[in-house]
């Protein structure tokens, strides 16, 4: 495949985690994140296996990448999945979405001393502008009364998410990236299953009602993304695709004043906000190779 088609796979994973904000951030007006996220899990574990199912089958897969399918599954999407439903909930989307966006730091720290990756100066300066640009745009979107403790959370979620992309990146060179992820949510889903059922908390997975249908629309969007993430890091480096992916928020914010209309406000610095993201977007795509 030509090098576009990692650039449009990792925006269109970008979109697909934008719109699984906005259902999230809908569904927790009548429900808590902890049932968002069960049911995130439940609809992503279905619909991977439906699509290993229908793109060959298991296959050969090693225990090495599925052990870092596996961690992936821990870290990224119990620990920076769960972080971000409940980061939306306390801190709204569009300041969660702007924090968590800081991942890129994260992964493109780690690709350079684990992976050995070659970061050129308009990757570095690309990763900046869009972080800068997506976090202004984001802030820019709503003045919220948030305690600092509170941006802990969205922080966290970042971290977990940066350091995802590299054990993903890791576990692609033995397992083909619809296991994989397959392998990633299915963990999650155990995971977070036997937790409810040890805790006696099982009344967290049972949502009805509108906050049931957002879930899912979140649920699948949100594996349609990381799927497509997944298949980009496959094609690419980690310090391309990761900050392509970043630039979910600006998708958030076109979205928000639609559908978020009572939560969501749009402001004058948005043009600035763009304007950085279009060319921390060229940076990375048209010269990061140079």
């Not at 904000?21 to 069960?38: C, V």
């Not at 596996?70 to 969660?96: H, P």
């Not at 966006?101 to 570095?124: C, D, K, Q, R, Y």
């Not at 999650?188 to 099982?202: P, Y």
Request: glycine share 12%; net charge positive.
């Amino acid at each position: 495949m030509m090098p576009q088609t990692m650039h449009l796979l990792a925006l269109g994973g970008a979109l697909c985690s934008a719109a699984s904000t906005i259902f999230i951030r809908k569904g927790l007006r009548e429900s808590d994140p902890f049932s968002g996220f069960w049911i995130n899990l439940v609809v992503g574990t279905i619909s991977l296996w439906i699509a290993v199912a229908f793109t060959g089958g298991v296959g050969h897969v090693s225990v090495k990448g599925a052990l870092f399918f596996v961690c992936a599954g821990l870290i990224g999407t119990i620990g920076g999945r769960l972080l971000r439903f409940v980061s939306i909930e306390r801190v709204g989307a569009s300041i969660a979405a702007a924090l968590i966006n800081l991942n890129p730091f994260v992964s493109s720290g780690l690709a350079i001393l684990l992976l050995g990756e070659h970061i050129t100066m308009p990757i570095v300066v690309g990763t900046v502008v869009i972080v800068a640009g997506t976090t202004l745009f984001s802030v820019g979107g709503q003045r919220l009364g948030v305690r600092p403790s509170q941006l802990v959370l969205p922080v966290l979620s970042a971290t977990c998410f940066g350091v995802v992309a590299v054990l993903r990146k890791l576990g692609l060179s033995d397992t083909t990236a619809v296991v994989g992820s397959a392998i990633n949510v299915t963990t999650a889903f155990v995971a977070f299953t036997a937790f409810l059922f040890a805790t006696g908390r099982r009344e967290i997975m049972v949502t009805r009602g509108w906050s049931l249908a957002h879930f899912v629309a979140a649920g699948l969007s949100e594996n349609v993304g990381v799927f497509m993430n997944v298949v980009a890091l496959s094609m690419g480096t980690v310090s391309v695709v990761t900050p392509l992916y970043g630039t979910a928020p600006i998708f958030v914010l076109f979205l928000a004043p639609l559908f978020l209309r009572d939560v969501e406000r749009v402001r004058a610095r948005v043009v600035g906000g763009t304007l950085l993201i279009v060319l921390g977007v060229y940076l990375i795509t048209a010269l990061g190779d140079r």
